[in-house]
């Protein structure tokens, strides 16, 4: 975009994170599914008790999985740990609040300092974590015409919000780094991913200077998006807006903002604005949370794999190139379906380096896209880590073409057939016999004899004009590579 | 020493949903001057190196394990908190409009 | 049944009346009968909410008990078939909770407060629950939404608050012994007007779930009786921690009751005297009385000490910059969406601000005056002059105590300046009804237990209370020490 050539922006990020722990953070109802059902579907206020419904008289008593998780994710960002912190009150009035204040942390959070590192195209970037606190989510309201409905359900869930510094200049930049934070957050096993279902949320400040300004302009805060997508335009939308608003000389009014999907926009929440004042201050139904050392390493020792780990080891053991290895570990899902891919293949007697690759291709290759098309994640298709094994095994073998590969795993995906069954069905074996072969190829040579003729005066190009040819009279099932091999030899022979 | 007037009860009460009547405000105000004014001796106490205290005591936390307890509910299966809802609709609290 | 009930209430203890149910002298259904009739009848508003039905339920459960076994399990049921008074403050599962406050004047709660339920499951019987000072904000129980309670034995008097009810309730014969709570002196203040013992135990000895909240960090359940051995046997009951609440202390509860009998080693015992709590302000009776039972301790062996508390004069601003900054975010739940009060009908609703604002026009004006005063304390700009620095100048009163206790084992003083004061008489200056919690705030302040035993009376007969503080977790040694004296021979 023109507009970044004399502005740049800077953005930062807050995340809430719904931890996926099995009780609420200070009581014991449930966070986790059941039944088939999540908790955003189960009966409107069924998943209440006197405590998260914020009855007179209840207490908070913390969970102690939260602070595990919490720790968790300070340890996979490289925070430092407050051995001592705190639990404070943030006060004001919403009908989805239940107690009229949200117990969170202040002045002492659980994980401060830490960093991220990210790759865009543009190289490197280190992404600093300001904090790391712990707190309680509210309920959820639906909106009618003239009245709004309660639902307390979610009141009460985990959550850890995560803090960057004000450090990334780009929507490119902020993109890469909420799919690494997603990423480094499903990796550890402390939240489920899912942002349809609201467990990762982003709030986003943003403001714009004329570039290689030391003085920062008024942000404005984007709250509450919930896809990488909507993030990125909301963004994009933003800046420019920004961006025009000071073309015309006008100023940057400090507000929260919502995006409309829909259309494309953000847009100004001053009217519902009142200046919140949150008066602060420590909670007195929480005792100061002591986290020893010895706590601490207990968890650092429990740690699963990092993505970042994970990428590295790509790299070395399976001699992925960086970027490749960074598709692959761009999500767990999609880590772990690569892994089991190469175990399916090591099974069959595969070298696990000659397996990467060709696998490598095909996830970050047809699978990425129907996952972008129909903007899915990866479980949400039929594929399974046998049917990519099987279609990488099957093109090795020449059996099917890179094209005829491609379509198997597209039917895979909605289908969830095998992938032999595909392929008989659609008829997308390759024919590398030749005596099916031969007939084409003659036909072929007696119908463009003038070609023929130039081919053998010299004009080499032409080969791949009769492989197209030959691929044409068998219905594009001719092994193009065997084919070229056999055209060569029949043109150079006679 | 602070001087309470009548613009700033205001606006404390509007930070705490507080209606009062003008005859209240001004009663209140003047009410408020006083006890800041008695609270204000606490500005002359030395508390150089005094941490803020909020418990009594330095006692361990107490944590709760990970371990569902099912919601509260009546004879008739009916979750307990919603018993003394004032206002119920197919189940949630109802309140005046929000947006 | 007249010579066990209401006239000669020393008659009236746990231990009299167990070994009145193991003669068959009485039984449970009819001592509980006998106590809602004169309850019921009674012109103090003592009662907000009388548990008939379930009260008379409990005393047949405790007479097949007694049946069953032959005599009152004691061991087993410590309270067996006793009636009790709770504070409209504690909830109690399927029963009307008001805090004596129209906002939650038919509010019925989910839940029992664990105090409550452990009296219950000691075979307590509940007679109902007990009027007070609105949200436990006063003292005198002049804010209740549902009118004053009398003074026992003075009507034109107030009983003192916030626990007002269940102090003329147990002292004029309407029940056995009750519950109130304690956070600026709510317990003893109104144990010293009425006469009768009051004790509120070290901050985290009982648990604060169900206790509805005032101020989180100064809150405690306090058992309010006529004598100081039943102290002892409600307290021993309800104590021990609480994993429904993050503050219960997580030490394990004692022998309180054989301690309270045990006789003190008064050779050993130092008590202090405040120098800072002698001062002009004092009534001279109540003065008299209190140095007339420090010179008993004296004669019996134990030392006075005079010591300083020299943080005492700002005990009452801390206070009042810290309780009500804990009140105006406790209170931010009482927004008409869940419970309580709110318009009727949709055509007074209006807008969600005029809603909550109608909602919380439900407040009477003690406590709408302590919600802005909270609010005003923990706000931008305000924070750090007033309610830090309040936070700041506590932990310099409960390190004066500290200090003290390095060199004495208790502390004793007057609970109030004066005796029960006329009705109407404090209640147009705020600053002068807080002025009354002088001696019994610093110890909520510091978290430590202190009672309130009667030590004489006035020229109008009005009840004086001595006041005496414990180091924390020491009930055990100061319910002895307030046995003693109470048994003392004139």
């Known amino acids: 975009m023109n507009v970044h050539l004399e502005f740049e922006a800077v953005i930062g990020l807050e995340v809430h994170v719904q931890l996926s722990t099995h009780t609420k953070i200070f009581c014991a109802c449930r966070v986790r599914p059941h039944d088939g059902k999540s908790v955003a579907e189960i009966l409107v206020n069924s998943n209440t008790c006197p405590v998260c419904a914020g009855h007179p008289g209840v207490l908070p008593v913390i969970n102690r999985k939260v602070i595990d998780y919490a720790i968790r994710a300070g340890l996979a960002t490289n925070c430092k740990i407050n051995p001592k912190n705190s639990f404070a009150r943030k006060n004001y009035f919403y009908p989805d609040l239940p107690k009229g204040y949200q117990i969170s942390q202040y002045e002492t959070p659980i994980c401060e300092q830490g960093w991220l590192d990210i790759t865009t195209q543009s190289g490197s970037k280190r992404v600093t974590i300001q904090r790391i606190h712990m707190e309680e989510d509210a309920g959820k309201s639906v909106h009618f015409n003239d009245y709004s409905l309660v639902n307390l359900n979610r009141a009460g869930v985990p959550l850890i919000e995560i803090v960057s510094g004000p450090d990334m200049r780009t929507v490119e930049e902020a993109g890469t780094y909420l799919r690494a934070l997603h990423a480094v957050v499903t990796y550890l096993g402390i939240c489920d991913g899912n942002m349809q279902e609201g467990n990762f949320r982003c709030d986003a400040n943003v403001s714009v200077m004329p570039k290689g300004s030391k003085k920062l302009g008024t942000r404005a805060e984007v709250k509450n998006v919930n896809s990488f997508r909507f993030v990125e335009k909301a963004l994009e939308y933003e800046i420019a807006r920004q961006i025009g608003v000071i073309r015309s000389n006008g100023a940057v009014i400090q507000e929260t903002r919502t995006f409309d999907s829909a259309k494309g926009v953000t847009v100004s929440m001053r009217s519902k604005e009142e200046a919140h004042d949150y008066r602060y201050f420590p909670d007195p139904d929480l005792v100061p949370l002591l986290i020893s050392e010895a706590w601490i390493e207990k968890v650092r020792s429990d740690l699963p794999e990092l993505p970042q780990q994970k990428k590295k080891r790509f790299e070395i053991e399976l001699g992925l190139s960086p970027y490749d290895a960074g598709v692959l570990t761009s999500s767990k899902a999609m880590a772990l379906f690569f892994e089991d891919v190469v175990s399916a293949l090591v099974n069959k007697g595969w070298n696990p380096r000659a397996a990467a690759k060709p696998i490598s291709n095909f996830l970050s290759g047809e699978v990425a896209r129907l996952m972008n098309e129909g903007d899915l994640e990866l479980s949400q298709g039929k594929l399974k880590p046998e049917h990519i094994a099987e279609v990488v095994q099957l093109s090795k073998e020449g059996i099917v073409s890179s094209t005829g590969a491609k379509q198997v795993i597209a039917t895979v995906w909605k289908t969830g057939d095998t992938v032999h069954s595909i392929v008989e069905r659609e008829g997308l074996k390759q024919v590398s016999d030749l005596s099916s072969l031969e007939p084409a190829i003659e036909k072929m040579i007696a119908t463009f004899t003038h070609q023929v003729a130039e081919y053998r005066a010299g004009k080499e190009k032409l080969l791949g004009f009769f492989v197209g040819q030959v691929m044409k009279e068998t219905g594009g099932k001719a092994n193009p590579g065997l084919l070229q091999e056999l055209i060569k030899k029949k043109l150079s022979g006679s | 020493m602070i001087e309470v007037n009548e613009a700033l009860t205001r606006k404390v009460m509007g930070l705490a949903k507080l209606k009062l009547s003008d005859g209240e405000v001004t009663t209140f105000t003047a009410q408020l001057q006083g006890i800041l004014n008695y609270i204000d001796q606490l500005s002359r106490v030395d508390v150089q190196g005094v941490g803020s205290m909020t418990h009594p005591f330095d006692e361990p936390t107490p944590f709760r394990e990970d371990v569902v307890c099912p919601s509260p509910v009546d004879t008739e299966g009916r979750p307990k908190t919603l018993l003394s809802a004032p206002d119920v609709l197919d189940g949630g609290y109802k309140v005046p409009s929000i947006l | ?490």
């Not at chain 3, 005079?306 to 105006?328: C, G, K, N, Q, W």
């Not at chain 3, 601000?353 to 406590?367: I, L, P």
């Not at chain 3, 100048?393 to 200090?403: S, Y």
């Open chain 3, 1 to 490: 049944m007249e010579e066990i009930i209401g006239k000669n209430i020393k008659m009236n203890t746990v231990r009299e009346i167990h070994d009145a149910f193991d003669s068959g002298q009485l039984s449970p259904v009819a001592l509980t009968q006998g106590y809602l009739e004169v309850a019921q009848k009674s012109h103090h508003n003592a009662f907000l909410t009388f548990c008939e039905k379930r009260a008379l339920a409990q005393a047949k459960v405790a007479e097949r008990l007694i049946a069953h076994e032959g005599q009152v399990p004691r061991e087993k049921f410590p309270l067996l078939g006793i009636p009790l008074g709770i504070k409209d403050v504690l909830t109690i599962d399927g029963v009307r909770t008001t805090c004596a406050s129209k906002m939650l004047e038919n509010y019925v709660p989910p839940y029992t407060a664990t105090v409550v339920a452990r009296l219950e499951a000691a075979g307590a019987v509940i007679l109902g629950k007990t009027n007070m000072d609105e949200f436990a904000m006063g003292g005198s129980n002049e804010n209740s939404a549902f009118g004053p309670v009398l003074h026992p034995t003075h009507s034109d008097r107030v009983p003192g608050g916030s626990s007002g009810g269940s102090a003329t309730a147990v002292r004029a014969g309407l029940c056995v012994a009750a519950l109130g709570s304690d956070t600026g002196g709510s317990v003893r203040l109104p144990a010293s007007f009425c006469g009768i013992v009051g004790m509120k135990p070290t901050y985290g000895r009982l648990s604060r779930y169900g206790l509805i909240a005032f101020a989180s960090s100064l809150d405690q359940v306090g058992p309010m009786t006529q004598t100081v051995e039943d102290a002892a046997r409600l307290f021993e009951v309800m104590a021990g921690h609480d994993p429904l609440d993050s503050t219960s202390s997580l030490r394990s509860k004692e022998n309180f009751v054989r301690t309270c009998l045990t006789v003190p080693d008064w050779s050993r015992i130092k008590i202090g005297v405040p120098n800072e709590y002698f001062v002009s302000g004092l009534a001279p009776n109540v003065e008299k009385s209190v140095r007339t039972a420090l010179q008993w301790f004296e004669s019996q062996g134990a030392k006075l000490v005079p010591i300083s508390l020299p943080h005492t004069s700002y005990a009452v601003a801390v206070y009042y910059m810290v309780a009500v900054s804990e009140a105006s975010s406790n209170l931010a739940r009482y927004d008409g969406v869940r419970y309580g009060a709110r318009p009727s009908l949709a055509s007074e609703t209006g807008d969600l601000a005029t809603f909550y604002e109608r909602v919380r026009a439900n407040f009477g004006s003690e406590v709408k005056r302590r919600i802005i005063l909270g609010t005003f304390a923990l706000s931008s700009g305000y924070y750090d002059a007033y309610y830090r620095r309040a936070c700041q100048v506590r932990r310099l009163i409960q390190q004066d105590f500290d200090e003290a206790f390095k060199t004495v084992d208790f502390i004793a003083s007057p609970v109030s300046p004066t005796t029960a004061f006329r009705l109407g008489e404090k209640s147009q200056d705020p600053l002068k009804m807080y002025l009354n919690d002088i001696f019994t705030i610093p110890v909520n302040l510091a978290g430590l237990p202190a009672l309130s035993v009667p030590c004489g009376e006035d020229s109008e007969k009005l009840p004086i209370g001595l006041h005496l503080i414990a180091p924390a977790f020491q009930e055990g040694r100061l319910l002895c020490l307030a046995h003693a004296f109470e048994r003392r021979s004139a």
